[in-house]
Each structure stands twice: as structure tokens, then as C-alpha cells.
């Protein structure tokens, strides 16, 4: 049982490329979310999944998508990636509306 | 909006001594979660509070919530080093709200002997 995993660990990007982050979790929860963590800011929601088929935006969401084609996955875009972007983000899962499970981190710069 | 205050910010704390993290809310809520988060790893999952009054303890940590007053405590009992770490608190938006979470911008604890 892995919990909540995150791909990749670590990424650097050039300004207008574009990524995808992959989170992927084995507890069969219908929710998940991406969060971006910067210093003093604790962290912030980016956009939210409850249940396949289904996204929502979060409190930050401009310059991401995402999309939630099986239950287990729940993918962050980037398509034009901007300095702004740096960060870590991390993906956390939940069953129903209760406690978030987080995955390890993905730390992007964005140069 | 929901806004999710902590303090202090940062909290330095002698081995042996007892020390409280304030968390004040502005809108009703009564669920509160606290996490930890050591440096460079994820969030932790310390304590649930589900209701008014609710009062969750592990080691020496202990939680409670009044949603009377908007407030959870983090009181930590005779610091430790090992309790070096950052402490954020999240509030759940609402009742409907899909589990969405407003997290305080973190503790960040240092014990030192």
C-alpha cells in the first residue's frame, strides 16, 4: 500500500515549457487535490477532483489544468510554464470530504 | 472568504518547557485539521477535530477546538527536539465543500536544549 505518489520528485523547467505531474493513490478515495506550497504561505489549492470525471477550480488556478480519467489518477498541467510557477506542489487524497492524505512533493523551478 | 490565522509565526522553545500554537478562523467551521511537515518532506497528519469541544491528544501534543470562538490550540507539553518541525493548521471551508481546505501559513518550531 504506496498511499499517495507523486511524479517526478524534482523537475526544472525553461519559461513557456510545459509539464505534466503526475499523483496516483491506492486507497480507492473519491477526492483529490493539487496544492502549491511557497515559503510563508502555507499552502494553497490549485484545483480539486471529486470523483473520476471531475474537476473544479481552487483558490489559484490560473496557468494549470488537470484531469481526472481514472479514480487512482489525477494529473497538473502546465502548459506554458512562467517563473511564478516555482514551487512545490503536492497532491493529497481523501475519502469524501475528510482527512487529506498528502504524496511526497514534486519541487519545480521555473527558470 | 475563509482566513486561517496562526500564531506565532515562529516559536523557539526550550527542552522541557511548555508552549501553545494559536489557530483563529473567521467563518464557521467545526472541522480543523493539524499536519506537521519536517524540512524538504510532506504533511503529516497529527490530529482531526470534528466538532465543538473536541479535544485530541498524542504524546505531547494536544488539540482542542472551539468553534465558538474560531480557535484551535496546539499545546505541546515539555518540547522535545524531535517536535522540531513546522505545524500548520487547515480548516474545512464548509460543510458542502467538497473537503476543501484553508491552511494557516505554518509554525515553524525550533527546540533547542
Known amino acids: 500500500n504506496a498511499g499517495v505518489t507523486q511524479t517526478p520528485k524534482f523537475r526544472v523547467l525553461k519559461t513557456g515549457q510545459s509539464m505534466t505531474l503526475l499523483c496516483a493513490q491506492d486507497?480507492?478515495?473519491?477526492?483529490m487535490y493539487w496544492y502549491r506550497q511557497d515559503p510563508g504561505m502555507g499552502l494553497r489549492l490549485i484545483h480539486y477532483?471529486?470523483?473520476?470525471?471531475?474537476?473544479a477550480k481552487g483558490e489559484v488556478p490560473d496557468g494549470y489544468n488537470v484531469s481526472r480519467l481514472k479514480k487512482q489518477n489525477f494529473l497538473l498541467g502546465l502548459e506554458s510554464a512562467a517563473p511564478s510557477q516555482t514551487s512545490v506542489y503536492f497532491c493529497?487524497?481523501?475519502?469524501?470530504?475528510?482527512?487529506?492524505?498528502f504524496g511526497p512533493g514534486t519541487r519545480l523551478t521555473v527558470t | 472568504e475563509l482566513k486561517v490565522e496562526q500564531n506565532p509565526l515562529f516559536l523557539s522553545m526550550q527542552e522541557g518547557k511548555n508552549y501553545t500554537i494559536y489557530c483563529n478562523y473567521s467563518?464557521?467551521?467545526?472541522?480543523l485539521y493539524w499536519y506537521r511537515q519536517d524540512p524538504g518532506k510532506s504533511l503529516e497528519s497529527l490530529f482531526v477535530l470534528l466538532s465543538n469541544g473536541a479535544v485530541k491528544q498524542e504524546g505531547r501534543l494536544m488539540a482542542s477546538l472551539d468553534t465558538k470562538a474560531r480557535l484551535s490550540t496546539l499545546h505541546i507539553t515539555a518540547a522535545v527536539h524531535d517536535l522540531s518541525a513546522t505545524y500548520f493548521c487547515a480548516v474545512d471551508l464548509a460543510t458542502d465543500s467538497w473537503g476543501k481546505l484553508q491552511f494557516g501559513a505554518g509554525t515553524q518550531v525550533v527546540v533547542t536544549p
Open positions: 486507497m480507492n478515495h473519491e477526492y
Open positions: 477532483s471529486v470523483g473520476e470525471g471531475t474537476t
Open positions: 493529497a487524497s481523501s475519502a469524501f470530504s475528510y482527512e487529506q492524505y
Open positions: 467563518t464557521t467551521s467545526d472541522r
